[in-house]
């Protein structure tokens, strides 16, 4: 899903993860690989050509968890967080309880 947060300006890329977090080196690289595809997506053009009225605008990830991540992907996120920030964008993650 993308957006545009009209208070912050930025565009927002949402990515659920419905599952629980179980550590799993498949798990983990499903993670990674997802980021891949979201950054590619902002960075090679591909949403300024699919959405030119969201072009030039910062943009965030925001990774929405039915769960709290375990450490392990807690630790991943950490390094996401800071490879992104060289490329000047954001990562928030966001924890919804099933209701």
């Not at 930025?10 to 997802?34: A, Y």
């Not at 000047?88 to 099933?98: C, D, G, R, S």
């Amino acid at each position: 899903m993308i957006a545009h947060d009209a208070k912050t300006g930025e565009v927002v890329l949402v990515m659920n993860e419905p599952n629980e977090w179980d550590s799993s080196d498949e798990q983990l690289l499903s993670l990674q690989e997802r980021f891949n595809a979201y950054v590619s997506f902002l960075l090679d053009g591909e949403m300024a050509e699919a959405h030119p009225e969201l072009a030039g605008k910062g943009a965030r990830i925001e990774l929405r968890c039915a769960h709290m991540p375990d450490a392990r992907t807690l630790e991943l996120l950490g390094l996401i967080h800071d490879h992104l920030a060289f490329q000047e964008l954001k990562l928030e993650v966001v924890i919804k309880k099933a209701s």
